[in-house]
């Protein structure tokens, strides 16, 4: 039975999370996934990080009823995504977790995000990933957007933007 009554309210088809941290903590995702499951039986969307994604939770996610995940690649240009974005993830990281999800027939979606401060008119279309990434996923969705105006001054204060 699903805690709430929107469920019987509402014909749902699918439950998605709109948190970054969905799969940060292994514990609680392992207890928490098989409770959502019996009790709603919906096909599950969520966000996560291609760093949390080992092949264990990929499997869990799968067996849970995991359809889609997005993860933020924001950049296929490593330098600036780990140092402007202060990502952290390589693009080896991005792409092994994008071959899990292949493999667990997981469809993904990546968050990019295009002009970057100091991003380079050639930085802007490296194409290098992002087509590694569609060799992995047919079902593939990019979701453009563009940096918030707070999120640029944060930028500014670290990196000296320099127009090319």
């Known amino acids: ?21 969905f799969t940060y903590d292994k514990k609680w995702l392992k ?3 098989p409770k959502l499951k019996r009790k709603i039986n919906l096909p599950i969307s969520f966000l996560a990080r291609a760093n949390e994604l080992d092949e264990e939770t990929v499997k869990l996610l799968k067996k849970c009823g995991c359809e889609c995940i997005f993860m933020g690649v924001e950049t296929g240009n490593e330098t600036l ?39 380079t008119i050639n930085e802007a279309f490296e194409t290098g990933l992002a087509v590694e990434m569609k060799k992995l996923s047919e079902d593939r969705e990019a979701n ?6 707070a999120a640029i001054r944060s930028i500014e204060m670290n990196v000296k933007l320099t127009p090319e």
Do not use: C, H
């Open 144 to 149: 453009p957007q563009t940096l918030s105006e």
């Open 1 to 21: 039975m699903f805690p709430w009554p929107i469920k019987k309210k509402y014909p749902l088809r699918v439950i998605r999370f709109f948190d970054e941290t």
């Open 81 to 119: 995504r780990n140092e402007v974005l202060n990502k952290n993830l390589s693009n080896e990281t991005i792409i092994n977790a994008a071959r899990l999800l292949k493999k667990y027939k997981i469809k993904f979606g990546t968050y990019n995000i295009f002009v970057l401060p100091k991003e």
């Open 31 to 33: 207890e928490f996934l």
